[in-house]
């Protein structure tokens, strides 16, 4: 069994982040050949090209899990229509130097949990933007906007029955596009 390693960016801080929660409960759905593996992304200085070359230890640790991953799964709320900073510094810092982009290439899936009825739809619109230049190959569909609402998961923190299937169908999707894209 050749193991398919996937980086996880979550582009919340907080501790109780629902868009964390469902990061771990997504994970359960993919199959065992799957591993996956939470980047971290809070302890990156802010990006500046005066430190292109003479990055930080912490975001030399994110380029190097970005790099050993074969694949990417993007999990982000929205903040005032977009994508958090948190999460665009993190792009930023793992695609410089020039022409040392470490997403380039990547198999990649998006996903978002909000409180609001449209779940993250304008924040996963402007992340495929920022992917699309950074030549990131993004599942299109289907698309996962998620509404968190009672029953989203259960006790354990699992998917909860209501949104079980649709989120396995998702996984399922994003399981054959990551194996289309590396092998």
Same mark, same amino acid.
């Given at each position: 069994? =050749?193991?398919?390693?996937?980086?996880?960016?979550?582009?919340?801080?907080?501790?109780?982040?629902? =868009?964390?929660?469902? +990061? $771990?409960?997504?994970?359960?759905?993919?199959?065992?050949?799957?591993?996956?593996? !939470?980047?971290?992304?809070?302890?990156?200085?802010?990006? =500046? #090209?005066?430190?292109?070359?003479?990055?930080?230890?912490?975001?030399? *640790?994110?380029?190097?899990?970005?790099?050993?991953?074969?694949?990417?799964?993007?999990?982000?709320?929205?903040?005032?229509?977009?994508?958090?900073?948190?999460?665009?510094? +993190? %792009?930023? !810092?793992?695609?410089?130097? @020039?022409? *040392?982009?470490?997403?380039?290439?990547?198999?990649?899936? %998006?996903?978002? &949990?909000?409180?609001? &009825?449209?779940?993250?739809?304008?924040? !996963? #619109?402007?992340?495929?933007?920022?992917?699309?230049?950074?030549? &990131?190959?993004?599942? +299109? !569909?289907?698309?996962?906007?998620? @509404?968190?609402?009672?029953?989203?998961?259960?006790?354990?923190?699992?998917?909860?029955?209501?949104?079980?299937?649709?989120?396995?169908?998702?996984?399922?999707?994003?399981?054959?596009? &990551?194996?289309? $894209?590396?092998?």
């Amino acid at each position: 069994m =050749n193991p398919y390693k996937i980086a996880v960016i979550v582009g919340s801080l907080r501790k109780d982040s629902l =868009n964390r929660k469902l +990061a $771990h409960a997504i994970m359960k759905l993919a199959p065992p050949d799957f591993t996956f593996r !939470q980047v971290e992304i809070g302890n990156l200085p802010l990006y =500046n #090209q005066d430190d292109d070359a003479n990055q930080a230890e912490s975001v030399k *640790q994110m380029k190097r899990e970005i790099r050993e991953a074969r694949g990417l799964l993007f999990v982000t709320p929205e903040y005032n229509r977009s994508i958090p900073g948190v999460l665009k510094n +993190a %792009i930023d !810092q793992a695609s410089r130097p @020039h022409g *040392q982009n470490d997403w380039a290439g990547k198999p990649a899936g %998006i996903l978002g &949990v909000s409180i609001g &009825v449209i779940g993250t739809a304008m924040a !996963q #619109q402007h992340l495929r933007n920022v992917l699309a230049f950074l030549d &990131v190959r993004t599942l +299109a !569909q289907p698309e996962a906007f998620i @509404h968190a609402k009672d029953g989203l998961f259960d006790a354990s923190g699992n998917i909860g029955t209501d949104s079980k299937e649709f989120l396995q169908d998702w996984m399922d999707r994003y399981v054959a596009w &990551v194996k289309k $894209h590396v092998d």
